[in-house]
């Protein structure tokens, strides 16, 4: 009597503990939590060192709350060094050279709204997947759990297009 009273408050004391605080922000799937109370070394960016200008004169306005000259910018310094425009980054025109490709895949048609209408669909099952996966015990990765289902096996496809008589110059060999 006393043994399975013991195990039936053992159970519920269970169940209580896995019934945590959830953060069912959908963005969150990355819920890497181990190493929480120490600083996160990735998280500092040192700025570039500070300039002083040619002439106080042609300074441009202030930019409150925008980048600003000593601001870290990795992907522009990458272009520059490898010998880009940083500036085609920002750019919001189609470069002619892409006309192209831009008429090629637009054969069928395109729909204007295509990255909000993916971000809705994304979000809505991020949340379902977060209703299902409600009760854990253990703090898990959650990202790999959620899109298992659709996942590419790349060994798989492979296969299927040698079957099917496809060259793949890059591919290892058989």
């Given at each position: 009597?006393?043994?399975?009273r013991?195990?039936?408050v ?10 945590g605080?959830?953060?069912d ?9 181990y ?14 060192p500070l300039?002083?200008?040619a ?12 980048p600003?000259?000593t601001?870290?910018?990795?992907i ?12 085609q ?5 189609i470069p002619?050279s892409?006309?192209?490709?831009i008429?090629?895949?637009s054969?069928?048609g395109?729909?204007?709204g295509i ?15 977060g209703?299902i ?5 253990f703090?898990i ?8 289902r ?7 496809e ?17």
């Amino acid at each position: 009597m006393i043994l399975s009273r013991t195990l039936s408050v053992l159970m519920i004391l269970t169940l209580v503990a896995a019934c945590g605080a959830r953060d069912d922000d959908p963005r969150k799937l990355r819920n890497f939590r181990y190493n929480t109370k120490t600083p996160e070394e990735f998280a500092i960016l040192p700025n570039k060192p500070l300039e002083e200008p040619a002439s106080y004169a042609e300074l441009p306005p202030p930019n409150p709350g925008g980048p600003n000259r000593t601001d870290q910018t990795p992907i522009e310094d990458a272009v520059s060094v490898l010998g880009g425009n940083p500036g085609q980054l920002t750019a919001s025109a189609i470069p002619a050279s892409d006309s192209a490709l831009i008429q090629q895949v637009s054969r069928y048609g395109t729909a204007p709204g295509i990255r909000d209408t993916l971000a809705e669909e994304d979000e809505a099952f991020r949340r379902r997947r977060g209703n299902i996966n409600r009760f854990k015990i253990f703090k898990i990765d959650e990202y790999n759990n959620a899109y298992r289902r659709q996942t590419l096996d790349a060994e798989a496809e492979l296969d299927r297009w040698r079957r099917a008589g496809a060259r793949n110059p890059s591919a290892p060999p058989e």
